[in-house]
């Protein structure tokens, strides 16, 4: 059981050039995130999808992109990339954690460490 | 104003001690609290949740909610340098779905 899998897990990127990150969870849930991490700003969500066919803009979505492509995989591309997008990129999935109150939480990937030149 | 503010560290602590890890907010409709662990170069690990005021205990952790002073609190009780990691709390409205608000994490380190 993998849970949530992302690729690549490093990548080094020239300003201007695009690429896209890719996130594949196998647990059948609805909800998928896009967060960036970077030092001292905690985790910033990008853009989210409720369920397939849905995407809706976080607190930081200029300069990206996303695909919910189906259930499993949700896309992150960044078309031009520039300096500012250099960080960590983590997906996650929004999972039930059981409990008579119905208590959630993030299952994450292990992150795509992009820099960008 | 950060929405929720946590103290970066590092926070460098002996086997065995006790290690209190806290973060403030700002926005009094948050209702659900949860503690994320992460080991460097690792995603996120979902360590507690907490809907209500007071204490929640799991083990050697702790989380304590004071709503009324917008402060939450995780306490690690016979620390281990398993324990090392940056610890980041996160914070919602407790309705499903709705986005997570994090505080940028504590790096720990507990010394052997």
């Known amino acids: 059981n993998a849970g949530v899998t992302q690729t690549p897990k490093f990548q080094v990127l020239k300003t201007g050039q695009s690429m896209t990150l890719q996130c594949a969870q196998d647990?059948?849930?609805?909800?998928m995130y896009w967060y960036r991490q970077d030092p001292g700003m905690g985790l910033r969500l990008i853009y989210y999808?409720?369920?397939?066919?849905?995407?809706d803009k976080g607190e930081v979505p200029n300069g990206y992109n996303v695909s919910r492509l189906n259930k499993r995989e949700f896309s992150l591309r960044l078309e031009s990339a520039a300096p500012s997008q250099t960080s960590v990129y983590f997906c996650?999935?929004?999972?039930?954690?059981?409990?008579?109150?119905?208590?959630?939480?993030?299952?994450f990937g292990s992150g795509t460490r992009l820099t960008v030149v | 104003q950060k929405e929720v503010e946590q103290d970066p560290g590092p926070l460098s602590v002996p086997e065995g001690a006790i290690v209190s890890l806290n973060c403030t907010y700002s926005?009094?409709?948050?209702?659900?609290f949860m503690w994320y662990r992460q080991y460097s170069r690792k995603g996120p690990e979902l360590l507690m949740y907490?809907?209500?005021?007071g204490n929640k205990e799991d083990g050697r952790f702790t989380a304590q909610v004071d709503k009324s002073s917008k402060y939450i609190s995780l306490f690690i009780r016979d620390s281990q340098p398993s324990d090392s990691a940056t610890y980041l709390c996160?914070?919602?409205?407790?309705?499903?779905?709705?986005?997570?608000?994090f505080g940028p994490g504590t790096r720990l380190s507990v010394l052997p």
């Open positions: 907490t809907y209500s005021s």
């Open positions: 996650a999935t929004l999972t039930t954690l059981g409990g008579d109150k119905g208590n959630y939480g993030y299952t």
């Open positions: 999808s409720a369920s397939e066919g849905t995407t």
């Open positions: 926005n009094s409709a948050f209702q659900y």
């Open positions: 996160a914070m919602t409205v407790f309705d499903y779905g709705q986005n997570f608000v």
């Open positions: 647990m059948n849930h609805n909800s």
